[in-house]
């Protein structure tokens, strides 16, 4: 969204672009969508980075009960008590890019 107003361009023109374009570094060629973080608004109004919200539910299912791991209702349910409003399936997302199991593939005995 910064770039989109810095540049005078549409959202949806540079999520296209980020998306289809490389950037070659010594360290490696990476996508240019990597670069960039997607924004969600709190209860406040205040944008905080999905990474933070990535960060919130890998302490939570870090800290759970084994016998009885979090299902991600429950981590929505954590996070909107916490002021993120975000949808079960944004949970179920991000918990698959951060490859972490669902919860009764996370139970141990």
Known sequence: ??????IGMDISTVSRVANSKYVQTE???????SFFSEAI??????EVSN??????LQEHIGQEDKR???ADEKLTDILK?????????TVA???EQMNIPVARLRKEL
């Open 51 to 56: 990474k933070e919200v990535k960060k919130i």
């Open 27 to 33: 360290h490696g060629t990476f996508l240019l969508k």
């Open 41 to 46: 608004q709190t209860e406040s109004g205040e």
């Open 68 to 70: 009885h791991p979090l």
């Open 1 to 6: 969204k910064d770039i989109a107003d810095k």
């Open 81 to 89: 008590e916490n002021g993120y409003n975000i949808a079960r399936r």
């Open 93 to 95: 997302k991000y918990r």
